[in-house]
């Protein structure tokens, strides 16, 4: 069995060119483009070799075909700044995730979607909406990710090589997903998380494909999401300092900017105010990152209960689990939050025929 789909995916995923493999594989490119394009079938030898060159389980391209991410279907952060080598593999990250998430909706009774679309309001109205929906009233949110998770949304997060992507969501199958990068501030995972459920909400299947304007109305949905007119108004932000500012960004784990940036909008700052206030943020390093924050980058709970479930009662490590992916264990750390703990052997016994419940608290 060879599945040349998953021999493409594989390249694209490691971020290879055909002659790059060629290189590494030590097989012309005429011949891989070949066996992607099922004019040929590669050897047993040949195929443990690509494999090598790959850094993936031979099982992996004798698996079926899986269920792949189509670019018309995501929502990507500033994507005209990325190139399709970052692009590809963003994509073929997601699929992995996604064949993670139906392997577990076949042991798990995973909590369903549960999100209201609003396609027809503006961020303002829509992020109101979201909050009356699921019950949250104005306060600051606890955990942006178990938050989403309670509520159906598929989180994981994207491979360590993928730097230059924030995030990215899309719709599969009535699941939505979500997909993050660890490597930047809790603050600004929050604002992803919540950007990325903007999309969700605003740029689901209504409006697809995304008009030029999705990008920004994403992130006024955050911003308010995040920061409710109301809380805020609450809090007598009204021509704030920087301290004050700095002071009110904690309670609501917001990025200094984007909490100053959220009082102009609401008129709390004038022109004026707020530029001499981002300037002085700026000053401080509060542009890129936010010096001496406490607030932890959020993971994953959905995903930890799993684990612990996994390791429990179904006896499985996480070798397990990536085999039954065909994937190695670190590959399967990256989409997990590094919740892998590789170390653990299992029993390898089989689980019990019903689905055990997944309850999830966003707090």
Known sequence: MFTPERLVLARKRRRMTLAELARRSGFSAQSITAFENHRKVPSKETLSSLAAALHYPLAFFEAPRPAELQLDAVSFRAP???????????????????????WLEGLFKLPRPNLPTCPHLNPEEAAERVRAFWGVGEEPLPNTVH?????????????????????????????????LNTRKTGERGRFDAAHELGHLIMHCEHRIPHGRNSEGEANDFASAFLMPRAGILAQQLHGASVERILSAKRRWGVSAMALAYRLRKLGLLSEWRYNQAAKE???????????????????????????????????????????????????????????????????????????????????
């Open 281 to 363: 943020l700026a000053r401080r390093g509060y542009r890129r990152s936010e010096p001496d924050s406490a607030l932890s980058r959020e993971s994953s709970q959905l995903l930890s209960k799993v684990f612990e479930a996994l390791r429990g009662p179904l006896k499985m490590s996480p070798a397990d689990v990536a085999a039954e992916l065909t994937i190695f264990p670190e590959e399967l750390n990256e989409y997990v939050f590094g919740l892998v703990p590789a170390a653990v052997q299992g029993g390898g016994e089989q689980g019990p025929p019903v689905r055990p419940e997944l309850r999830l608290v966003t707090g």
């Open 80 to 102: 005209s700044k990325m190139t399709a080598m970052e692009r590809d593999s963003a994509l073929t990250s997601g699929t992995a995730a996604m064949s993670l998430n139906a």
């Open 147 to 179: 938050l989403l998770e309670a509520n159906g949304v598929r989180v994981f997060s994207l491979p360590s090589d993928c730097l230059d992507i924030d995030a990215f969501s899309t719709i599969e199958s009535g699941t939505p997903y979500v997909f």
